[in-house]
């Protein structure tokens, strides 16, 4: 089955612990990207990746790395959490950039099922 | 970023009801989709609409892009509770050399049996 798996589903932790989300797709896809979404702020992109070893900065980067050594995985990591970073997280994919012309009229992204972190 | 607003914010109705949520926005967009997001899971895409004045149904479902290409419609017909959930649109809009994807916050449905 055609997906974006992610892990952990869950996770409560306490400042300043390092922790990674994983992300891994199995369609081949260029794209991905990391959202965290918010009460009455919505979807935010965090992080990108047009294609392996290419990442870029979204809209609230601050706080949070990502690495892209492998076309399948695109982890997120918080070096050191902060109570700020409690949210819901979402990795997605794409065969192509939003950035491209083509995209918008053939594609949209695949959505993982969320990971909910708690910083305590 | 552009702004994309969606209202109603919440909508909670009941079953076999109609209903009619928006997305607007001030920029041209060279397109939009609509997702819905069903509690504990990611969005999941339904439709792009590409053209002004573009009609797509799906099922009970009618999603409509505006002419000028700066708004949509999506209305639901006879609700059932499997509508519950929150209903996303994304416009893609072309700037600064390269095409940008922006979410609006969401409508949140509830359909109550």
């Known amino acids: 089955e055609a997906q974006v798996t992610q892990n952990p589903r869950y996770l409560i932790t306490v400042t300043g612990k390092k922790l990674t989300v994983t992300c891994s797709q199995n369609?081949?896809?260029?794209?991905m990207s990391w959202y965290r979404q918010d009460p009455g702020l919505g979807l935010r992109q965090i992080y990108y990746?047009?294609?392996?070893?290419?990442?870029d900065k979204g809209d609230v980067p601050e706080g949070y790395k990502v690495s892209r050594k492998e076309k399948r995985n695109f982890p997120l990591i918080l070096e050191s959490p902060s109570p700020n970073q409690t949210s819901l997280y979402f990795c997605?994919?794409?065969?192509?950039?939003?950035?491209?012309?083509?995209?918008?009229?053939?594609?949209?992204?695949?959505f993982g099922s969320g990971t909910r972190l708690t910083v305590v | 970023t552009q702004l994309l607003e969606q209202s109603p914010q919440f909508l909670s109705i009941q079953e076999g009801e109609n209903l009619t949520v928006y997305c607007n926005s001030s920029?041209?967009?060279?397109?939009l989709q609509w997702y819905r997001q069903e509690p504990g899971e990611g969005p999941v895409l339904l439709v792009t609409?590409?053209?002004?004045?573009e009609v797509k149904k799906l099922k009970r479902l009618t999603f409509q892009f505006g002419d000028a290409r700066k708004d949509s419609s999506l209305h639901i017909t006879a609700a059932q509770t499997g509508d519950t959930g929150l209903y996303l649109c994304?416009?893609?809009?072309?700037?600064?050399?390269?095409?940008?994807?922006?979410f609006g916050k969401g409508t949140k449905l509830s359909v109550i049996p």
């Open positions: 997605a994919s794409s065969p192509l950039s939003p950035h491209s012309p083509v995209f918008t009229t053939y594609y949209g992204y695949t």
């Open positions: 990746s047009m294609n392996v070893e290419v990442t």
């Open positions: 609409v590409v053209t002004g004045g």
């Open positions: 369609m081949n896809h260029e794209y």
């Open positions: 994304a416009g893609v809009y072309s700037g600064a050399g390269s095409y940008q994807l922006t």
């Open positions: 920029s041209v967009f060279s397109s």
